[in-house]
């Protein structure tokens, strides 16, 4: 079985690598190597390579600067998919695609299903839309949520970061999701991919925070680990004293219980997670 991993070199890419199944074959191009700006480039790569499976994690994430980079994104994040998809039929392989809540807009009064109407808030969330779109019908598409893995860039690193060089840390407690950790969520891209099962599934750590949330879990698991050496308070926020070029949605929660229905997977809490996240920072 051969394997084209996109985004190898991010943090997802990284746990995709270290969990990848033993006995298939690998390809995994760096940025360097792969320009997913480049939709000719990345039609040429797939058709080159072949693959069976091809995991796309790799993805323009700069939520903000999207809002000015509106073509760099929809290039990176939906044409690139559509390239992917297209050679993907030549070749008789088959796409998983990673996507976000950001898709949604945030309104629901209950965690967003699969099939919920989507209405993105941002460029960012449109380009991803775009790309859920450009897959097509056949392929997986994973829709996740508040990422984070070791080495990563991320919201735990940012907050380590600022815990350990400023006063106080401030941060917005209005917005409500679930975060998920780079190790389980790539158990769970390749439990889907190698079923495989098409259509669009939804996967985040169990549990539910604000922003603020868990930024006062990142500070209390970090000081317990040694990760940090001092305390620093952490103030909550609401949006509205944060502004931010993309507009974000005030809810996001990812209903994931089909998922773990289908796979027969239990979600480990995200704090859990979270200590696990930080132990592997710990050691980087």
């Given at each position: 079985m051969r394997i084209l991993i996109t985004g190898s070199s991010g943090q997802l890419g990284r746990a995709l690598l270290?969990?990848?199944?033993?006995?298939?074959?690998?390809?995994?191009?760096?940025?360097?190597?792969?320009?997913?700006?480049?939709?000719?480039?990345?039609?040429?790569?797939?058709?080159?390579?072949?693959?069976?499976?091809?995991?796309?994690?790799?993805?323009?994430?700069?939520?903000?600067?999207?809002?000015?980079?509106?073509?760099?994104?929809?290039?990176v994040n939906a044409a690139a998919v559509g390239a992917m998809a297209s050679a993907l039929r030549e070749v008789g392989?088959?796409?998983?695609?990673?996507?976000?809540?950001?898709?949604?807009?945030?309104?629901?009064?209950?965690?967003?299903?699969?099939?919920?109407?989507?209405?993105?808030?941002?460029?960012?969330?449109?380009?991803?839309?775009?790309?859920?779109?450009?897959?097509?019908?056949?392929?997986?598409?994973?829709?996740?949520?508040?990422?984070?893995?070791?080495?990563?860039?991320?919201f735990v690193n940012t907050m380590l970061r600022l815990m350990r060089t400023r006063s106080e840390v401030r941060v917005v407690a209005d917005q409500i999701g679930a975060p998920t950790w780079t190790g389980t969520l790539a158990e769970v891209i390749w439990t889907l991919a190698l079923r495989p099962a098409s259509g669009i599934w939804h996967w985040t750590d169990a549990g539910v925070a604000s922003w603020y949330d868990f930024a006062v879990a990142i500070h209390e698991e970090a000081l317990a680990l040694g990760v940090l050496d001092r305390a620093v308070p952490i103030v909550p926020i609401a949006s509205s004293e944060y502004p931010t070029p993309?507009?974000?949605?005030?809810?996001?929660?990812?209903?994931?219980?089909e998922t773990r229905s289908a796979l027969d997977l239990e979600a480990t809490h995200w704090r859990e997670n979270l200590r696990r996240m930080l132990r592997e920072e710990s050691r980087t």
């Open positions: 270290a969990t990848a199944p033993e006995e298939a074959e690998i390809i995994a191009p760096v940025r360097s190597e792969l320009d997913l700006a480049d939709a000719e480039a990345v039609r040429r790569q797939v058709v080159s390579a072949a693959p069976d499976i091809l995991v796309n994690a790799g993805a323009y994430t700069a939520v903000d600067k999207a809002e000015i980079e509106s073509d760099l994104a929809h290039s392989g088959r796409l998983v695609q990673v996507s976000t809540d950001f898709v949604f807009d945030g309104e629901a009064s209950r965690a967003y299903l699969p099939g919920d109407e989507r209405n993105p808030l941002s460029v960012y969330g449109a380009s991803k839309a775009a790309g859920e779109d450009a897959a097509g019908e056949d392929a997986t598409v994973i829709r996740t949520a508040w990422v984070h893995g070791a080495g990563g860039a991320n993309a507009k974000r949605p005030r809810f996001s929660l990812l209903d994931s219980r």
